[in-house]
């Protein structure tokens, strides 16, 4: 399809084909399994991780072979071939390629085949889908899901095909060949389809040559058309182009590095009135405030309580993390959770699922994204993995993740 029939107004100039470029690996590139919400506030505490952001003091700490948790930006692909493809890179409600959110780095020490091992979050940038996702999880159940947040668990043995097992000075492993081409526009999935004219761009799909061919790519597309013809009649190579390995979107979060701490080295105290901190006392109270007013029950207004009282002391977390028996997220509101029948068995072997890590809306600050009634938003977004982290094809695959919405959104749904 010619990017001139698209309905987008493209400037009144027709822009190149994109041609299907499917990429293959080379030959020789070879952090309870019940879920209980009835435990209350005196359950046994487990060990918990915290994780905050920061940006990197070198960049070199968030390329895949430093194996890193970050926020932002383009993921860092364990496995940087095969990636998902298709509709898992798709918002279910709008069809639009979705957003990368975070991962996180989190091998198995137990399991050999999970050494190395990763999860990460992507999201649509749409409140409206996202109202919608939820909608569907309600109506549908997780066994028909139609989503606008998905996550994918990667993992490698010490041995494999993409890293050396020996570890360098500075903790990364040599990378052995390269990833295959990304979108040049947003810099996260497979570019498969390639710019019929300049035979350089790749992309996911025909909506981001769109909006590539707007931004800048009308003109560098001619000038990488005839740079390429008059170098030996050939296609410029892949990895050499800065537009491949440098996503041209404006509209990706900023990138953080993630870095963790036990949450015993924070104790339940007040909050230090001088301190530096990022995200406020004050600004916590309103948002708290304003979030109260909210509540309907008391049931709510207990769990908003526990869950501030977590937050207090290091209020610039963006997210918690624990693997441990016993594990269960910790709630905003007591509306809007899962049952147990609204976690899925694990769509790769059929096992239990269980809670691993959560995502606070904390994180929206450090992105700014504006706080209005319109802009995404979240009470928290927890993350359910494969009990057994299981083995096997496809390489990238899809767990479970159930957003909670504040009390107001949820009835807005």
């Known amino acids: 399809m010619r990017l001139a029939e698209l309905e987008v107004d493209t400037g009144g100039e027709s822009m190149p084909e994109l041609e299907s470029h499917e990429i293959s690996a080379s030959d020789d590139r070879v952090f309870d399994d019940v ?3 009835d435990e209350g506030d005196d359950a046994e505490q487990v060990p918990v991780w915290l994780g905050f952001v ?40 709008c069809g639009e390629p979705l957003q990368f959110l975070l991962q996180v780095y989190a091998p198995i020490s137990e399991k050999e085949s999970a050494f ?34 998905k996550v994918f668990r990667c993992q490698l043995p010490l041995t494999n095909a993409f890293y050396s097992s020996k570890a360098q000075k500075d903790g990364s492993a040599r990378p052995f060949g390269s990833g295959a081409p990304l979108c040049a526009w947003c810099g996260t999935w497979k570019g498969n389809k390639l710019c019929s004219n300049c035979k350089t761009a790749r992309y996911c799909s025909e909506k981001h040559q769109v909006l590539h061919w707007r931004a800048n790519h009308k003109v560098k597309c001619q000038q990488l058309s005839v740079s390429s013809k008059s170098s030996d009649g ?99 509101t007591s509306s809007g959770r899962p049952s147990k029948a609204d976690i899925p068995k694990c769509s790769s072997c059929g096992g239990t699922m269980k809670f691993e890590l959560q995502i606070l809306p904390q994180l929206l600050y450090y992105f700014g994204v504006n706080n209005d009634a319109n802009s995404l938003d979240w009470a928290t977004t927890v993350v359910y993995t494969c009990a057994d982290s299981c083995e096997g094809n496809p390489s990238y695959k899809e767990e479970f993740v159930w957003v909670q919405l504040t009390s107001q959104s949820s009835t807005d749904a």
């Not at 960049?59 to 898992?88: C, H, I, M, Q, Y």
Request: glycine share 4%.
């Open 35 to 37: 879920i209980d919400y």
């Open 54 to 93: 920061e940006k990197p003091k070198n960049s070199r700490l968030l390329l895949r072979e430093a194996f890193p948790s970050k926020a932002g930006g383009v993921p860092a692909w364990l496995d940087p071939v095969n990636l998902p493809t298709g509709k898992s890179c798709l918002c279910d409600m």
């Open 116 to 149: 190395h091992r990763t999860l990460y979050v992507f999201m649509c940038l749409s409140m409206t889908c996202l109202l919608r996702d939820q909608h569907e999880q309600w109506k549908r159940g997780p066994q028909v899901p139609s989503r606008s947040v």
């Open 234 to 332: 050939g296609c410029i190579d892949d990895a050499s182009s800065n537009e491949i390995l440098t996503a041209a979107s404006k509209a990706l979060w900023p990138e953080f590095e993630i870095i963790n701490e036990h949450e015993d080295n924070f104790s339940f105290s007040e909050t230090d009135e001088n301190s530096d901190s990022l995200v406020s006392r004050q600004q916590m109270d309103e948002t708290a405030d304003s979030l109260m007013d909210s509540f309907e029950g008391d049931d709510d207004r207990q769990s908003w309580a526990t869950f501030q009282q977590h937050l207090a002391n290091a209020p610039e977390q963006v997210l918690r993390y624990s693997r441990d028996e016993g594990a269960t997220p910790l709630w905003p």
